[in-house]
């Protein structure tokens, strides 16, 4: 989420506290307390803690810390910035992964929680269920669908993927969908011209996958078709994550690109070695820890 977004709403919510449980002038603010009530880690507190010192909610405190130093200030409503429902949207993929949200929620939990409308909140979760990581449940409430949240998970399923995607295309059965793959062909291109600096992570792993399904959807075996799909609403989440450094994705993108390329010739044999090269160099891209910035 935009840091500023989050810090404009937690001020806000601060600023709620000190008003509603009339806290005095002078009263110190533990940051630790604050973290459990918003339900969010210490460092955005504190950066909603500076914004309010700034604008003398809140001061410094002898020894560190904050305390209130115009209860009346935070009487005062306050212009918040709203996030976008892509903000959210990430948001919510994140709390999911980092295990915050429970495995069943309300629309009115997440409505207070997100602090959303309820058109967005409903433009979100449709967005979510058609995504497949979450289903309504029978009379209230919706529930979260498993997804991969282990690193271990995650690396297996790449190694799955190394089986099943160079196989699909030697399938005796593997008939080329030449429009489809004309059209993934194009996008990857799109994202070799510039897209590729500019795009979300869930666009490119939307662009991303839809060629690799495409693939193996030639190969009219339904179950190497069903078994990718799955495995693709299973790490849909984690590879917002992991997704490439957009230097390296650059290079994914030309072999996706030379791949096509191969199977249009009806070059399967080396398509199928380029599939399982690639499905290992990116695999191995992303399960690699990432250097510190």
Same mark, same amino acid.
């Given at each position: 989420?935009?840091?500023?977004?989050?810090?404009?709403?937690?001020?806000?919510?601060?600023?709620?506290?000190?008003?509603?449980?009339?806290?005095?002038?002078?009263?110190?603010?533990?940051?630790?307390?604050?973290?459990?009530?918003?339900?969010?880690?210490?460092?955005?507190?504190?950066?909603?803690?500076?914004?309010?010192?700034?604008?003398?909610?809140?001061?410094?405190?002898?020894?560190?810390?904050?305390?209130?130093?115009?209860?009346?200030?935070?009487?005062?409503?306050?212009?918040?910035?709203?996030?976008?429902?892509?903000?959210?949207?990430?948001?919510?993929?994140?709390?999911?992964?980092?295990?915050?949200?429970?495995?069943?929620?309300?629309?009115?939990?997440?409505?207070?929680?997100?602090?959303?409308?309820?058109?967005?909140?409903?433009?979100?979760?449709?967005?979510?269920?058609?995504?497949?990581?979450?289903?309504?449940?029978?009379?209230?409430?919706?529930?979260?669908?498993?997804?991969?949240?282990?690193?271990?998970?995650?690396?297996?399923?790449?190694?799955?993927?190394?089986?099943?995607?160079?196989?699909?295309?030697? !399938?005796?059965?593997?008939? #080329? %969908? *030449?429009?489809?793959? $004309?059209?993934?062909?194009? +996008?990857?291109?799109? @994202?070799? /011209?510039?897209?590729?600096?500019?795009?979300?992570?869930?666009?490119?792993?939307?662009?991303?996958?839809?060629?690799?399904?495409?693939?193996?959807?030639?190969?009219?075996?339904?179950?190497?078709?069903?078994?990718?799909?799955?495995?693709?609403?299973?790490?849909?989440?984690? !590879?917002?994550?992991?997704? #490439? %450094? *957009?230097?390296?994705? $650059?290079?994914?993108?030309? +072999?996706?690109?030379? @791949?096509? /390329?191969?199977?249009?010739?009806?070059?399967?044999?080396?398509?199928?070695?380029?599939?399982?090269?690639?499905?290992?160099?990116?695999?191995?891209?992303?399960?690699?820890?990432?250097?510190?910035?």
């Amino acid at each position: 989420m935009n840091q500023t977004v989050l810090t404009h709403q937690l001020a806000a919510r601060i600023t709620d506290i000190i008003r509603t449980a009339n806290v005095p002038k002078g009263m110190r603010l533990v940051e630790r307390k604050l973290a459990e009530q918003l339900r969010v880690s210490r460092s955005p507190v504190r950066n909603a803690l500076r914004l309010l010192e700034a604008e003398g909610v809140v001061g410094g405190a002898d020894g560190g810390g904050y305390v209130v130093l115009d209860p009346q200030l935070a009487s005062e409503p306050r212009a918040t910035p709203t996030p976008s429902d892509e903000e959210t949207y990430y948001r919510i993929a994140r709390d999911r992964l980092d295990g915050t949200l429970p495995e069943r929620v309300t629309e009115n939990a997440l409505v207070r929680r997100y602090r959303l409308t309820r058109v967005q909140l409903t433009k979100i979760l449709r967005r979510i269920a058609g995504e497949g990581w979450i289903a309504r449940l029978p009379g209230h409430g919706w529930e979260f669908l498993p997804v991969l949240t282990s690193m271990q998970a995650y690396e297996d399923s790449y190694r799955f993927r190394q089986t099943i995607e160079p196989a699909a295309i030697l !399938e005796p059965g593997f008939v #080329l %969908d *030449r429009d489809a793959l $004309v059209a993934c062909r194009a +996008e990857q291109q799109r @994202l070799l /011209d510039g897209d590729i600096w500019t795009v979300s992570n869930a666009t490119l792993f939307d662009l991303n996958s839809r060629l690799h399904e495409a693939i193996v959807t030639c190969s009219r075996n339904t179950f190497f078709i069903d078994a990718l799909k799955r495995v693709d609403t299973l790490r849909r989440l984690i !590879e917002y994550k992991q997704s #490439l %450094d *957009r230097k390296n994705a $650059v290079v994914r993108c030309r +072999e996706h690109v030379v @791949l096509v /390329d191969l199977l249009l010739a009806n070059n399967r044999e080396e398509a199928s070695a380029l599939m399982r090269r690639h499905l290992d160099s990116v695999g191995r891209e992303k399960v690699l820890p990432k250097p510190d910035r």
